[in-house]
């Protein structure tokens, strides 16, 4: 329910992280929010191994994703989850956005406009 903090930069890094692809950093570039994002805080990663539980990590039954078969400098960025949050609402906000601290009630989506109702009041 609470915006997350800014992160200073000497913070300790936060283990909440997501790889993001190059469609999500085409995504938040679209939006404004990917220049929010700070570069020292995020590192690229080349190479993806993904497997289920029950296949052993080296078997035929991985698969296997390189930025090099891709013709890419990477497959995209390990990125702290607050900085995505802060970067994203920032963004939000410096579109015209409105944040509102409330519990939605209800949603009413029409042709050429939405309203809600929320803990904080009613919105159209």
Do not use: C
Request: proline letters at 7%; zero cysteines; charged letters at 25%.
């Amino acid at each position: 329910p609470n915006r997350p903090a800014d992160t200073p930069p000497d913070a300790p890094l936060d283990s909440r992280v997501s790889a993001l692809s190059r469609a999500s950093e085409r995504i938040l570039t679209a939006i404004g929010a990917w220049p929010l994002i700070r570069a020292s805080r995020m590192q690229p990663y080349e190479r993806m191994r993904v497997w289920h539980e029950s296949v052993q990590p080296r078997s035929a039954d991985v698969l296997e994703f390189d930025a090099a078969y891709a013709g890419e400098p990477n497959l995209g960025y390990i990125v702290e989850n607050r900085l995505v949050q802060t970067a994203a609402l920032s963004a939000f906000e410096a579109a015209g956005g409105k944040v509102i601290a409330g519990e939605l009630s209800r949603l009413r989506v029409h042709d050429h406009h939405v309203d809600l109702e929320t803990s904080a009041g009613a919105f159209a």
